[in-house]
């Protein structure tokens, strides 16, 4: 199984909105609604923050959203904030196994 | 409350068989829809899933890795064990366990970091 691809890194000023894409294939993203998002800070264990596509756990903030087209998941921080600088993986149900994103950076500027 | 926590050798020399210890708490295993699965990251590197036992003692595992992997659980102690076999640098990472419910990858433990080195 491959690693989803997600883009390097993505960058934003305090305030405005970036968008992580996560692209893989029709037995992964494409064949499930199943796609997780996670934040890593350095040093910590990743943290859900988006499931089932687009639902939020409890005590993570709106500003994070999720969204699917076809192989490809998307995540959206809106209003970004200094403490929402971190490493973001997706990851995707594929049948019996999981595969994860190769990880973007956000850093915000 | 869910937590897991991760337990092994900090070091271990090429070729040697690796086993982590899983303890959770706040869930039980014999839950239906409950699985614990084990995940890495070497460092500065991305995640990669590596092995899942359900509930009902289905266990799957990355195509990739399986040969060297067996996971296994014991739902009286709350603990799952992973072993993975002919240990190389490149698998110098940080491991760890996590729950899944219903799917979803939503609770993980500290990780735990392995070097292997001779």
């Known amino acids: 199984q491959s690693a989803l691809t997600q883009p390097r890194s993505v960058s934003g000023s305090p305030g405005q909105s970036v968008t992580i894409s996560c692209t893989g294939t029709?037995?992964?993203?494409?064949?499930?609604?199943?796609v997780s998002w996670y934040q890593q800070h350095p040093g910590k264990a990743p943290k859900l923050m988006i499931y089932d596509v687009s639902k939020r756990p409890s005590g993570v903030p709106d500003r994070f959203s999720g969204s699917k087209s076809g192989n490809t998941a998307s995540l959206t921080i809106s209003g970004l904030q200094a403490e929402d600088e971190a490493d973001y993986y997706c990851c995707s149900y594929a049948g019996s196994s999981y595969v994860f994103g190769t990880g973007t950076k956000v850093t915000v500027l | 409350q869910v937590t897991l926590r991760e337990s092994g050798p900090a070091l271990v020399k090429p070729t040697q068989t690796l086993t982590l210890t899983c303890t959770f708490s706040g869930f039980s295993l014999s839950t239906s829809g409950m699985c614990v699965s084990w995940i890495r990251q070497p460092p500065g590197k991305a995640l990669e899933w590596l092995a899942r036992i359900d509930w009902d003692d289905d266990k799957y595992y990355s195509t990739s890795l399986k040969t060297r992997l067996t996971i296994s659980k014991d739902t009286s102690k709350n603990q799952v064990v992973l072993t993975m076999t002919n240990m190389d640098p490149v698998d110098t990472a940080t491991y760890y366990c996590?729950?899944?419910?219903?799917?979803?990858?939503?609770?993980w433990g500290q990780g735990t970091l392995v070097t292997v080195s001779s």
């Open positions: 996590a729950r899944i419910y219903r799917v979803v990858v939503d609770y």
């Open positions: 029709s037995s992964d993203v494409g064949g499930y609604n199943y």
